[in-house]
Every structure is written in C-alpha cells, then in structure tokens.
C-alpha cells in the first residue's frame, strides 16, 4: 500500500518521504513538486493568485492523483489535505505517518524554503492555529505518529521502516 507522510509545514514531510522512498525502492511524489509541474507556480504563489481555499482544493486533488498511480509510491502529502473529508476517507487504503512538533520548531523549519505560504506574519501563531484545528484529523487518519522535534529524519525513516516490516498489507 502506499505510504504517506503527513503534518504541518516544516514537520519534515519531504524529508522523511525522501528517505523513506530510497529505503524501500518505490518512486516518491512530493504534493509541492507536483502543484508546481501540474500549475505552474509554488503553493506560496498560488495562495497570493488564486487564494488559500483554491490551492487547498488543488492540492487534494493531487494527493488523490497520486494515490491512484499505479506505482505504489511513498507520498509527502500537503499539509492542508486532512481538513478534507474525501481526502481523509482515500488515506484509508494507505500507511499514514503523521510528523508531529511544537509549532516554534516547524516555523523555524519553515523559514528554510520560500515554496510554503505565510497565511500570517508570525508563523509560530499560525501553525500553533493550525495545530489546534488539525490535530483531531491527523490523529484520525495516522497509522504511525512521531515527534520530529526528538528524532533526526534518519531516526523517522527508520521508526517507520519497522513498523511497516510487521503492518499486514503495507509492503515494506
Ligand atoms: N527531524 C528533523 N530534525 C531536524 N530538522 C529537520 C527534520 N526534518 C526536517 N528537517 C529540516 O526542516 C526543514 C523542513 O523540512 P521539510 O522536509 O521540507 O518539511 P515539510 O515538507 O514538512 O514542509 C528542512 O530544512 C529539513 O532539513
Ligand atoms: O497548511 C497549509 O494550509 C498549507 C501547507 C503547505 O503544504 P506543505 O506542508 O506540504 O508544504 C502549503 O504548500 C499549502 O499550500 C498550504
Ligand atoms: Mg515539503
């Protein structure tokens, strides 16, 4: 099945997703790498252009999309996609890791590309909101949670390559 890495902005997503993928020999999709070859322009523009509600609308679609592929990949979703009910209900045919963390340490992690959308200037309130209405639908759809401000992405990678080792039908 396929295996999909979740949480806020600066959890680690792309990272641990890297990894994971490289571990296991399955192709990786990254939902900003796909929202820019298939728009045109970094989730930060699209929030600017089309506004918050339309690139979270894009970027369900392109998680759907890369569900659907037929190449069983590991898949560093959007933050945004669990506040999704369709979204939440396709997570179920996948291994979900959810990326937990205080929300200083993620807006310090987030400072380190300009691809990801500022919704407010103080990035620590933002995914501190963010956390607080979130939280429930992370913990519904994750097969696995990990705090990322405790371990290395090599650490992550290797906590999910376990447990994947002995999760009936997830094909580590
Ligand atoms: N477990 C970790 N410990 C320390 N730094 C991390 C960890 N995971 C990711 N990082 C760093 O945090 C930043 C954001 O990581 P990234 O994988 O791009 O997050 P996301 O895809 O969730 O937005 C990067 O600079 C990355 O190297
Ligand atoms: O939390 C959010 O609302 C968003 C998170 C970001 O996703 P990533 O964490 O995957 O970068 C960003 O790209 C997205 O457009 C909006
Ligand atoms: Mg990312």
Redesign the pocket.
């Known amino acids: 099945m396929p295996v999909v890495v979740t949480?806020?902005?600066?959890?680690?997503?792309?990272?641990?997703a890297r990894l994971l993928a490289q571990a296991l020999d399955r192709p990786m999709r990254?939902s900003?790498a796909d929202l820019e070859s298939r728009y045109g322009e970094t989730a930060a523009a699209m929030a600017a252009d089309v506004g918050a509600d339309e690139l979270h609308a894009r970027e369900a679609l392109v998680l759907r999309d890369a569900l659907a592929s037929g190449a069983v990949p590991v898949i560093?979703a959007a933050?945004s996609t669990v506040d999704d009910p369709e979204s939440r209900a396709a997570l179920g045919s996948a291994f979900v890791v959810f990326?937990d963390g205080p929300p200083d340490v993620l807006a310090e992690?987030?400072r380190?590309?300009p691809h990801?959308p500022h919704f407010k200037p103080d990035l620590a309130e933002m995914l501190t909101e963010q956390r607080a209405r979130r939280l429930p639908h992370f913990q519904e759809v994750a097969d696995l949670t990990v705090d990322?401000?405790a371990?290395?992405?090599e650490?992550?990678a290797a906590a999910v390559l376990e447990r994947l080792a002995v999760t009936p039908g997830a094909g580590g």
């Open positions: 949480g806020l902005m600066g959890a680690g997503k792309s990272t641990v990254d900003d560093a933050a990326l992690r987030m380190s590309s990801r990322t401000s371990h290395t992405p650490e992550i």
